[in-house]
């Protein structure tokens, strides 16, 4: 699973310029919730998400390589359905 997060970047402390970029985290699905409200539901999916800086490369063909054994983020797990690839 694939999400791409919208941030600010600053270069140090003292930058004034940041830039607008999108980053993406790639995860696996521990559980699905479909949360029932009266009017309306929401599906939102607990993950184990892949370290980015460690986790990630990519191949000489251009394949994302993934490894599974690089897991960070413990403590933002969810996500909703439509935030994700």
């Known amino acids: ?12 402390a003292s930058d004034n310029n ?3 970029t999108s980053m993406p985290y790639f995860g696996v699905i521990e559980e699905i919730w479909e949360l029932h409200y009266s009017q309306f539901k929401v599906s939102v999916f607990k993950y184990q998400w892949v370290n980015g800086n460690i986790g990630i490369h990519r191949d000489q063909v251009g394949f994302t390589l ?20």
């Open 66 to 85: 993934v490894d599974l054994n690089k897991m960070a983020y413990k403590d933002e797990p969810f996500t909703m359905a439509e935030q994700v690839r």
């Open 18 to 20: 940041p830039i607008q």
């Open 1 to 12: 699973m694939t999400l791409e997060a919208d941030s600010k970047h600053f270069y140090s």
